[in-house]
């Protein structure tokens, strides 16, 4: 009978046998081959150990998780690592130990956490959902961190912790944001899941504050699959982040503890008050926990993994630096990332933000290199404030968060990671090059017969009007059976010189113009095909979720009103901090003076004004722009032409102030196509005494 250490030597053999086979790189093809913007790094060592950990069949945290932990302690000098099934957890697991009461001082529901807008969603996640109250300052531009000066600012009596990111690797200037936190009694909480092997002041990033996080996703530095890590020097911090880790237990038990009565000696002598008996310290649960412990087989493949990290971190640097010195030439019309001399970074990614003055889009250049086989993704949540699933968090904001919004709006990243080489890198300069020798002349950007929408058409050229670096809008635009119109009313809404999103919604078009949307493939646009005709207002209220901008606005694709007009209501929205803006036909002079319906249409904005104690001269106006967030908060029903007053009415009715601007409008004839008739004026006056009544 074969022993088990042969058996083993065979199988090991196998496996680097298949590697070789199924694992081994790929030549590079131009154009052909994907390169991505980070993956996996191995070989056949950590199938080998990740097979050994199986064949064991411990499968929970053994002795490869015991190992990872203390070689990871060691290569960053720290006494405590705990382990856990991912970077996200490890951030949750940071705030809920700092929320522990066996902590004296630990935070409460209703502390406040500074941290910055730019970050990704579990950074802010744990604090929401531990009841604490997030406080956001601005990011620096090109750091991409936190805006260090806007930090004593920040600080408020409710102030308790510093939650500090160090993004795609590069690290805040920790020696200015230890020095507050100390002045203040602050805890800080390193998120340095994207920055392991980063230094600052010859020191690694997660190991300056009370406690640091690190993660071990696959596009991470070094994996373990999923994984990440809580480390700290601080015993009793450790301690606790292990309760909360393992179901929030008391027992601190190794896996390879053998004595009966535990590592404790005491293991059925632990008293609980109010029990009349000691009980199992085993099931002794000291913090309200959950189950967030990683396998030893994850561990098993850390182990290798950690064995490479110096040489992954010189492989980062030295593509980092290869593309920096590449696009150096095109400074004008890209920020590049910039760094404290006191850093010595383990580049994540390399970011790259476009100037708004540049004459094309992050859209335009991320969609080049995306053809190009070149992968991108955006700087994570961007703006976090701008995402649904967080805007209606309860939280503080410092100062104005402009460089975030431009990160949002303008920023994307690229790889750099160990598994590019030279090769590769010199494509992807190669690619840039082709970008900027193309003739970037403003107005023509995209050649129509490729099927994407251009602006050179004769029909409409734009005027020089300021492009917005601070405001971004969503144009919903109804159609239905607008074919002879509605490429002109995109050409028009693509020509205006504002950050924006375009959502069309075809009400189920009969007369080709569903047809000639279907033929647009351009990034900016996202068009809705309605499956039947529910009705104008039905349109509007679909493409609402869907907007991601400041402000929402209403653009009929029916030429009467003009684009150019859009710079007047956000002009006056940014210098008030308005809700909503109207453009007001009747205020835009004796061209506004349209002919169909103009008595109607005045009796009710009369009946408005009398019934929400408005001053409105033009409720019925199609030009009506909204600050996104209230607009999603109206909960809107009209499906017709109806929905342009109850939307008026639900705004004045939520204490809303609309204010006018005077547009210009080019009203159109029933020949021409307008749709709007006499019984749409009786629904209107029908939902304006529902909306003040009823509900």
């Not at 531009?141 to 805006?147: A, F, I, K, S």
């Not at 933000?353 to 004459?359: C, G, L, M, S």
């Not at 919004?405 to 690619?431: H, Q, T």
Request: aromatic share 10%; hydrophobic share 40%.
């Amino acid at each position: 009978m074969r022993d088990t250490d042969s058996l083993k030597r065979e199988i090991f053999e196998k496996i680097e046998a298949f590697y070789n086979l199924e694992h081994q790189k790929q030549p590079f093809i131009p154009g052909q081959t994907k390169i991505h913007y980070a993956g996996r790094v191995y070989d056949q060592l950590e199938m080998v150990a990740m097979v050994d950990a199986v064949l064991e069949f411990w499968l929970t945290m053994g002795r490869y998780a015991e190992e990872f932990e203390e070689g990871l302690g060691r290569f960053l000098g720290v006494s405590e690592v705990v382990f856990v099934n991912s970077g996200s957890s490890a951030n949750l697991l940071a705030v809920a130990t700092l929320c522990s009461n066996e902590l004296e001082g630990h935070l409460e529901p209703g502390d406040e956490v500074i941290t910055p807008a730019v970050t990704f969603p579990t950074t802010v996640a744990p604090l929401v959902q531990n009841g604490l109250i997030p406080v956001f300052v601005d990011c620096e531009p090109g750091t991409y961190n936190l805006d260090v000066a806007a930090l004593e600012d920040a600080i408020s009596e409710r102030t308790k912790a510093i939650f500090v990111p160090h993004t795609l690797g590069n690290p805040c200037e920790m020696g200015k944001i230890m020095k507050l936190a100390e002045r203040w009694g602050l805890f800080v909480i390193e998120d340095a899941c994207d920055a392991l092997g980063s230094r600052f002041d010859g020191r690694y990033v997660g190991t300056f504050g009370h406690l640091g996080t690190l993660s071990f996703y696959p596009a991470h530095h070094i994996t373990t699959g999923e994984g990440g890590a809580v480390i700290t020097d601080d015993k009793k911090l450790a301690r606790i982040a292990r309760s909360i880790r393992d179901w929030g237990r008391a027992c601190w038990c190794k896996y390879n503890t053998t004595d009966p009565d535990g590592a404790c000696g005491r293991r059925f002598a632990w008293e609980i008050p109010g029990l009349p008996d000691t009980y199992d310290h085993r099931y002794l649960y000291t913090n309200v926990g959950y189950n967030l412990r990683p396998t030893d087989i994850q561990a098993a493949l850390g182990v290798v993994q950690l064995a490479k990290l110096p040489g992954f971190i010189e492989k980062r640097k030295h593509n980092f630096h290869r593309l920096f010195e590449g696009l150096k030439r095109y400074e004008d019309h890209l920020i590049l990332p910039c760094w404290s001399e006191r850093a010595d970074v383990s580049w994540f990614a390399f970011p790259i933000t476009v100037r708004p003055e540049a004459p094309f889009s992050r859209q335009e250049l991320v969609r080049w290199l995306e053809d190009a086989r070149i992968e991108t993704r955006l700087l994570f949540a961007g703006n976090i404030l701008k995402q649904p699933g967080y805007r209606d968090m309860k939280c503080r904001l410092v100062g104005k968060l402009d460089n975030s919004d431009l990160v949002m709006r303008n920023s994307f990243f690229i790889g750099v990671y160990p598994g590019l080489d030279d090769v590769r890198i010199d494509y992807v300069l190669e690619k840039f090059e082709e970008f900027f020798d193309r003739n970037w002349e403003t107005g023509k950007l995209v050649n129509r017969e490729t099927g994407k929408l251009g602006l050179d058409s004769p029909i409409y050229q734009p005027t020089n009007l300021p492009i917005y670096q601070s405001t971004r809008l969503s144009v919903i635009m109804p159609a239905y059976n607008e074919k002879d119109t509605i490429l002109t009313a995109l050409e028009r809404a693509k020509a205006a010189k504002i950050e924006k999103e375009i959502i069309i919604v075809d009400n189920c078009s009969t007369d080709g113009t569903r047809e000639m949307l279907q033929q647009i493939n351009d990034d900016d646009i996202r068009i809705i095909f309605q499956p039947q005709n529910y009705g104008k207002g039905t349109s509007i209220r679909t493409a609402i979720p869907y907007c991601t901008g400041d402000y929402t606005i209403i653009q009929d694709a029916d030429l009467e009103y003009d684009p150019q007009d859009w710079h007047k209501l956000v002009d006056l929205a940014l210098e008030k901090d308005l809700d909503a803006v109207y453009g007001s036909r009747v205020l835009g002079g004796p061209k506004a003076i349209y002919t169909h319906y103009y008595w109607g249409v005045s009796f009710l904005t009369f009946l408005i004004n009398l019934l929400f104690g408005a001053n409105l001269t033009d409720a019925a106006t199609a030009c009506k722009m909204v600050r996104t967030s209230v607009l999603q908060e109206l909960k809107l029903t009209c499906t017709g032409f109806d929905l342009d007053f109850e939307l008026t009415d639900k705004l004045l009715k939520n204490s809303y102030q609309i204010v006018e601007v005077p547009i210009t409008y080019e009203p159109r004839s029933f020949e021409e196509g307008k749709k709007i008739r006499g019984k749409d004026g009786l629904k209107a006056l029908r939902t304006i005494l529902r909306d003040r009544f009823l509900a």
